[in-house]
């Protein structure tokens, strides 16, 4: 999920709703629904039962890390979220992603 991301679509998404707008021939609008259940998806993890939460996060910043090296590799300093240098702050950004 890039929160960035939906940070800027979920207001166009709302609006969309809240007027009865959103069309499914629209390719832009099924492109932002997808958007936003990908971003609810993440979400949902925080309310699994601990184990199953854990390895979800496991597996995200596994695949955050590697995005981070390839970054590096091509001459990008990666932000903390997915640099494995900055794991020392995985647990306050576990707990920003969760309050967000």
């Known amino acids: 999920t890039d929160l960035s991301t939906y940070l800027k679509t979920r207001d166009t998404y709302a ?30 993890a ?7 939460q ?3 996060a496991e597996t995200v910043y596994n695949e ?8 590096r590799n091509i001459g990008f300093v990666p932000e903390d979220l997915y640099d494995a240098n900055t794991v020392s ?8 992603f969760i309050d967000f």
């Open 89 to 96: 702050k995985l647990p306050k950004m576990q707990v920003g």
């Open 15 to 44: 609006t969309l709703v809240q007027k009865k707008a959103f069309d499914w021939s629209n390719e832009d609008h099924r492109k932002l629904f997808r958007s936003m259940l990908m971003t609810s998806s993440d979400l949902s």
């Open 64 to 71: 955050f890390y590697q995005q981070g090296e390839a970054e």
């Open 54 to 56: 854990r390895k979800v």
């Open 46 to 52: 925080v309310v699994r039962p601990w184990e199953i």
